[in-house]
């Protein structure tokens, strides 16, 4: 069993505030059992981009930067593991800059995902600020393996099979959104069902951006590998805690072979099909 911990939240403007706010929530979660934090897509700020602004790109830190060695302290401390998101920029290449999962475990920062679909509709201008990553990485919390996709990624099947396929037995979904409320659980509980793991999706609250409230929607949850919704939170700010029985993935993949009887084989026209368009 593993006891995740959604906190969904609504962003100020302070950087600092925001961090000490998912903190206090945090250790009240810890308190109450969590071993694994997911919190919502970059919940240390507002989500900026709901407008065009490059006075936004300050916000930008590396992945080795303050906001990551708190959080990694705190992890330390607590013996926890969190996936949060940042604003990233590159360290190798100036003024290059993602929207990053980093994966945190006791301590020691595991690795990253850096968000691949990047959408640029009303409200979400996203990009105008990042590149799209390229991988799909996969992290041992230690008698689990845990992969993230981020936000607008959830639209897409494949990147959550290529976790699954590569072992993940949970893919945490951070989210910022208030579009397409008519397939939130639809689609996280497809990807769950599908690929018989547990989804954790975890999304943004309503917040003042700008002097205008924005009515993020909240209704974070987890689905498990039937599909079936343990928990749903509502649109208000806050946490809840959910126990995964990883044994499940198990039991359910042998009433439900679906990646046995997968036929890779018969899936090339997906590339090729992309090769003829471009």
């Keep these: 069993?593993?006891?995740?911990?959604?906190?969904?939240?609504?962003?100020?403007?302070?950087?600092?505030?925001?961090?000490?706010?998912?903190?206090?929530?945090?250790?009240?979660?810890?308190?109450?059992?969590?071993?694994?934090?997911?919190?919502?897509?970059?919940?240390?700020?507002?989500?900026?981009?709901?407008?065009?602004?490059?006075?936004?790109?300050?916000?930008?830190?590396?992945?080795?930067?303050?906001?990551?060695?708190?959080?990694?302290?705190?992890?330390?401390?607590?013996?926890?593991?969190?996936?949060?998101?940042?604003?990233?920029?590159?360290?190798?290449?100036?003024?290059?800059?993602?929207?990053?999962?980093?994966?945190?475990?006791?301590?020691?920062?595991?690795?990253?995902y850096r968000k691949t679909h990047i959408p640029q509709v009303p409200g979400y201008y996203e990009k105008f600020y990042f590149k799209p990553g390229k991988e799909y990485p996969v992290f041992d919390f230690g008698g689990y393996k845990i992969g993230a996709v981020i936000c607008y990624d959830r639209h897409f099947p494949e990147g959550v099979r290529i976790l699954t396929l590569k072992g993940a037995d949970i893919v945490t979904i951070p989210t910022t959104t208030n579009f397409y409320p008519e397939t939130w659980e639809l689609e996280l509980r497809a990807h769950a069902a599908f690929n018989t793991i547990y989804v954790v999706g975890v999304n943004r609250t309503p917040e003042i951006f700008q002097g205008k409230e924005i009515d993020y929607f909240g209704k974070s949850l987890v689905a498990d590998p039937t599909g079936n919704i343990l928990k749903e939170m509502s649109s208000q700010e806050g946490y809840e805690i959910v126990d995964v029985n990883l044994d499940f993935i198990r039991e359910r993949r042998k009433k439900a072979p679906f990646l046995r009887d997968r036929k890779p084989e018969n899936y090339t026209e997906i590339s090729s099909l992309y090769i003829e368009t471009i």
């Design 1 to 112: 069993m593993v006891k995740i911990a959604m906190i969904q939240m609504g962003s100020v403007e302070s950087k600092e505030a925001n961090i000490q706010k998912a903190l206090e929530y945090t250790k009240a979660a810890v308190k109450d059992g969590a071993e694994l934090i997911v919190y919502n897509e970059l919940f240390t700020t507002q989500y900026f981009p709901a407008t065009e602004d490059p006075k936004f790109f300050d916000l930008a830190e590396p992945e080795d930067g303050p906001t990551v060695r708190v959080f990694a302290e705190f992890s330390k401390q607590y013996k926890i593991g969190m996936i949060i998101t940042i604003f990233e920029e590159d360290k190798k290449i100036k003024g290059i800059y993602y929207d990053t999962a980093i994966f945190i475990k006791d301590g020691k920062v595991l690795g990253k």
